[in-house]
């Protein structure tokens, strides 16, 4: 089981996460006192802080270690997260134009694009269950509001609308599957449940099941096929810059996810 005796755990390991959490923060109090073309100032805020928390992240290479047993630091979560804190940098780079058109408060979506980049950079150290799917709506929530955020837009609008409910739809899937693999195994650990696949428990049917939901709403997350008919709308109706930052970024991070589970 994991070990939560906070005078155990190593607080540097999770620096780049904590810059990150950070700069949401900034951007939203910044959105407070900015105004007019002054907006941009807070993309390149965004910008600076992404590049700090890159450069966290690369001091840690060559590390292996644990926080409390449900988040893991290696050259693989590391490699992951500064590729997602990279795009997180371009898709900034690509909204300037557009939220000075379109938006009327870019603050909060840079916040809600770095929360994004927060998400999927945990998914890819997540070595547990439940930790892997908070991660991963945090991720999510923050995809359903970027893609509905041009509320001017009624296609945006119809396309944020569909994809949070689908989205809710696949994220119960995901968590009921979780819930019975939890009963057949006994644990949420991915070190736990491999080892028990590997026993009489992979041929229980609770067991079968739960993977297929789990696969099934992982699946929808990436727009893997078959779940992958929602996407055209949402692309389409989604702001340009979210559109390649869904299309690109969210994949790897349910790539991420998968392979290290």
């Not at 073309?37 to 600076?48: D, K, L, P, S």
């Not at 980049?117 to 439940?130: R, S, T």
């Not at 696949?197 to 078959?226: D, E, H, N, R, Y």
């Amino acid at each position: 089981m994991p070990n939560f005796d906070p005078a155990t755990l190593d607080y540097v390991l999770l620096a780049p996460q904590f810059i990150v959490t950070g700069l949401i923060f900034v951007c939203l109090s910044l959105d407070l006192m900015v105004y007019g073309r002054g907006h941009r100032f807070i993309g390149w805020v965004a910008i600076m802080g992404l590049a700090v928390g890159i450069g966290a992240q690369a001091s840690l290479w060559g590390v292996r270690s644990s926080f409390a047993g449900v988040l893991r630091v290696d050259d693989y979560s590391n490699l992951f997260n500064i590729i997602f804190m990279a795009a997180g940098i371009g898709v900034v780079f690509l909204s300037f134009d557009y939220a000075e058109r379109f938006f009327t408060q870019p603050g909060e979506f840079y916040a809600f694009l770095v929360a994004g980049v927060l998400g999927m950079g945990l998914m890819a150290q997540a070595q547990e269950l439940l930790t892997a799917y908070i991660a991963l709506e945090l991720l999510s929530f923050s995809s359903y509001v970027l893609v509905s955020y041009a509320k001017t837009n009624l296609k945006s609008n119809e396309a944020g609308l569909k994809y949070i409910i689908l989205g809710s739809f696949s994220s119960a899937i995901l968590l009921y599957g979780v819930s019975l693999l939890f009963g057949a195994v006994g644990s949420t650990m991915f070190t736990d449940i491999r080892a028990a696949l590997g026993t009489s428990v992979a041929t229980s049917a609770v067991a079968q099941i739960a993977l297929i939901m789990i696969t099934a709403g992982l699946a929808f997350k990436v727009a893997a096929v078959p779940f992958h008919m929602y996407s055209p709308d949402v692309y389409e109706g989604a702001p340009t810059p979210i559109t390649a930052f869904l299309s690109v970024a969210s994949k790897a991070a349910g790539f991420a996810l998968t392979m290290r589970f």
